[in-house]
């Protein structure tokens, strides 16, 4: 079974294939001077799935495009360590920076009263101008102290912003004297937003911090029975999403034993060392953590997409052919009969209206590739896609993965060395079991990318820029444009609905078979809405730009 | 009344955004300018992404995206070459930079490089530069607004004719409060600038051709004007001379200050209509005394809901100073004002508009302290931003939301506050809260209240 290469049959037969862009990236490009002109066309990529081309992908911003990249500070804090519920999380630094990420990824978790939770709170030693002189290190100390004595928490992390880095703060000696004051485990993360190029180094320092600080160090206080036991990895519990994808894994008889990091508590991630699998969802955000615990502990991993009910089935069945077990694969099966059956009614009245439709995904690192196969349940075509802080193999896959050039800025994110673990490494698959997972097309460790699964002819752009994104929009006339908070109302002053991915707009979950049902509706009513038709949309008073770019493909009669 | 600020060394759930912030929405109110925060790009992308939460309109902001190298060997190419992206892109007729905590740690000299920057393009057009320092461990969003408007005032208030007319200097308000100002001052028929006026750029209206840009702004023209005026009005009891653009106007261009509070409830409102009128020669026009009336007949029929009823109040400075004005006015008893803000000033600011109230006044809290207090002082009702939605949750107490930010309700940049008209918004919502309150409280369910 290939999760590739399928788009080839629908592209093949039932639609019209894709124009040749090759014109209107001419034209996008002609704006820049020659020198950024020439640096952004290695960003744009003409999409040949079967022949996937080179993406320039996570090098610096050039500065001034209005780039819709965060900081390395947002990735770690904000995306990774933000959704740990029970971990108090300190900002070192000027208020800004803890405020802006207070609460507005919508990460949920739930209130469980017996369960402590921070999440609604934003901790800041807030920066004055004499700490940036003589230095922050004796608030934070008394920052850690004073949340200590409030919450009496099982662990505090701290994080560094721009300016800790630059007056010499050494947070990690701060933690590291805390934790032995205070007897609970306190650590840091220097995450100074000018680390990297995007969020993507922030990642990777929150992986590494994890990994070194949570993962392994708790035992469950009842050893876990059931073999059918996995990770979660980069699922951030946008509007509900890993709640969906829990429902549905515990109906089919697995069992999750940590999420990373929605809704998650600390002391799952400390036990999550005992789960047979990992399966990943945001290939950016947590590779790392998938290949480090792989080295450890010797648990596998597999990437998987929950995001579209016909995705949602086929990472289900991956799950069950992993673990090789009758029963399993059995309930798996009768799962996703009555689950597709529940959706039938919605999927085919939203079909109807939406078939053939075109939409466009700019977000993140993994979410345009996941959101093609919500769209795909619906017969809508992405027609042009890309990420804000990708590398490389999110584009292309795992197998560029070695090629990649490390340059100065990823060469300044520390890369753990890890080992096997003398006592826990237990390999979960013999070699021959694997050997006869992959004959049967399971691929263990791998991502394929998004580029083999889009059709030929679609735009690819990195780092998309919002001059880019105004061309695009010009050229394919989109239904919809999936992309986050910052473009939203710049596309839909445009005149096109735009879906915001990232946070969805104060909706979701979108993931599994109840999301994917939420899903199909709220694109409809966006699509279909009565106020949009009294928009004007910028072309119709433009007749010169429907003659040059006007490729609108549609589907074919008959 | 007691006066405060925190001593903690860890802020929890912070009631003020950083200068950056502020900054962007003061250069968003110039007409053809280009917000630009000179640091990280997470600053930027921050930003955007929180003001456009609340104004839900497109926020463009230019970032020179440092990083690793830059902060260690500087940002002059960075930005340079970032500026240089924007004019091409953009067209502004101004980029307004604003520094960063980053950008101020390193000692970033911003008007020597945009020196360099404009001599290097030699005479070729180019937008205006227009650099502001504000670093985010200094003050907060509010402060960061005040050092754009006095930086702009600073670099472009050139005018050396007498043109008459005055300045006014609303300070950080809603989109709705300064579409109101311009009707109010344009009812005394005479110029003026309102620096920044955001109200088109920042709630603008679908159009059939999308504007980079938005239309709208105080214009260069306006800005240039505002040396050669009689007189500013500026609306804040707690904006320090050395941080105002009015005091640099009195003090360099000869322009009468006019100090007052931003116009919340009668008494101030009828401060800034008496002050115009003085200023003018002119009476208040019909329909300005006439919403003043009918706000009087309002007061009289919904004082039996509000009278002593205990109301807490947080957000910016001058907005708790305005709100605690009107809730004095109705027979409101504000238990305590509260701010992010820390000019110093707020507790005598409060005693000038409410002399007979004795709430505690707080400057530099956070909701955490804001929550601690209201559970002892148990408040019927709260005032001010989303942010304090956990607090009202927590305590059970409804809460009016005012202010910025409003994120979890739709139309902030549209909630008016100011004048008689604000006044009348705000007295009906408030009135009505509690009425609902009552209403969902009581086990006999009355319709008829």
Known sequence: ?558 | MTENSSASAVTTNACKQCAPLGATVAFKGIEGAMPFIHGGQGCATYIRRYLISHFKEPVDVASSSFSDDTAIFGGESNLRVGLDNVARKYAPSLIGVSTTCLAETIGENLPAIMRRHLESKQGAAFPLLAPVSTPSYRGTHVDGFNAVVRAVIEQRASASDRCGGVNVLPGFVSCADLRHLKEIIGSFDIPYTLLPDYSDTLDAPTQSDYVPLADGGTTLAEIAAMAGRDATIQMSRTLAPEASGGSWLAENRGVPLHTLGLPIGIRETDRLVDLLSGLTGRDATKWLIGERGRLIDAYIDGHKYVFEKKVAIYGEEDLVAGLTSLVAEIGMTPVLCASGGASGKLAAAIRSVAPNCTPVVREGADFKAITDELRALKPDLMIGNSKGYKTARELGVPLVRAGFPIHDRIGGSRLLHLGYRGAQRLFDEIVNTLIARTQDESPVGYSYM
């Open chain 1, 1 to 558: 079974m290939s999760d590739s290469k399928d788009n080839t049959q629908t592209a093949g037969s039932a639609l019209i294939p894709l124009p040749d862009p090759s014109p209107v990236l001419k034209e996008m490009l002609d704006i820049y001077p020659p020198k950024v002109a020439r640096k952004r066309a290695k960003h744009i990529r003409v999409n040949d799935p079967h022949d996937v081309p080179e993406v320039e992908a996570n090098v610096r911003t050039i500065p001034g495009i209005i780039t819709q990249r965060g900081c390395c500070y947002a990735g770690c804090k904000g995306v990774v360590i933000g959704p740990i519920k029970d971990l108090v999380q300190i900002v070192h630094g000027p208020i800004g920076c803890s405020y802006y990420a207070w609460g507005t990824r919508r990460n949920l978790a739930n209130q469980d009263p017996s369960v402590e939770s921070y999440m609604p709170y934003c901790f800041s030693t807030d920066l004055t101008e004499d700490e940036i002189i003589f230095g922050g290190e004796k608030k934070l100390r008394a920052a850690i102290q004073e949340a200590y004595e409030l919450f009496h928490p099982k662990a505090i992390a701290v994080f560094s912003t721009c300016p800790v880095g630059l007056i010499g703060d050494d947070v990690h000696a701060v933690a590291r004297q805390a934790k032995a004051d205070l007897g609970i485990n306190v650590f840091g993360f220097s995450c100074e937003g000018y680390k990297g190029v995007s969020q993507s180094a922030g990642h990777h320092i929150a992986n590494n911090g994890v990994f070194k600080n949570m993962v392994g160090i708790k035992e469950p206080e009842t050893p876990f029975t059931n073999p059918f036991r996995i990770n979660v990895l980069g699922e951030y519990n946008i509007g509900g999403d890993a709640w969906e994808i829990e429902r549905v894994l515990t109906r089919c008889g697995i069992e999750v034993v940590a999420t990373f990091s929605g809704n998650a508590l600390y002391d799952q991630i400390g036990q999550s060392h005992h789960a047979n699998l990992n399966v990943v969802m945001c290939h950016r955000s947590i590779n790392y953590m998938a290949e480090m615990m792989e080295t450890k502990f010797g648990i596998p991993w597999i990437k998987v997409n929950f995001i579209g009910a016909d995705s949602m089935s086929k990472s289900l069945r991956k799950i069950a052919q992993y673990f090789d077990d009758a029963g399993l694969s059995e309930r798996v099966e009768a799962v996703i009969a009555e689950e597709l059956s529940a959706l039938k009614a919605v999927r085919e009245d939203v079909t109807r209206r939406c078939s053939g439709k075109l939409a466009l995904c700019y977000a993140g690192g993994s979410r345009s590739h996941h959101w093609r196969e919500l769209f795909k349940d619906i017969e809508m075509r992405l027609v042009s896609a890309g990420y804000e802080f990708a590398h490389r193999d999110d584009y292309e896959g795992s197998r560029v993965a070695s090629s990649i050039k490390v340059d100065a800025d990823s060469r300044n994110i520390e890369e753990l060395a890890v080992e096997a673990d003398p006592e826990r490494y237990r390999p979960r698959k013999t070699q021959e079991q694997v050997a006869v997972l992959e004959e049967n097309g399971l691929k263990l460790a791998t991502y394929d990318g998004m580029m083999p699964d889009m059709e030929a002819n679609a735009i690819v752009i990195d780092d998309i820029s919002h001059h880019e994104m105004e061309k695009m929009i010009e050229f394919y006339k989109p239904d919809i444009f999936c992309s986050g908070i910052k473009d939203k109302f710049v596309i839909e002053k445009m005149g096109v609905p735009c879906k915001q991915i990232h946070s969805y707009d104060y909706g979701g979950p979108y993931a599994g078979y109840k999301g994917a049902a939420n899903f199909y509706r709220d694109i409809d009513t966006m699509i279909n809405s009565s106020a949009r038709r009294f928009l004007k949309a910028p072309w119709e008073s433009q007749p010169e730009l429907q003659a040059n770019f006007a490729v609108r493909p549609e589907k074919k009669k008959g």
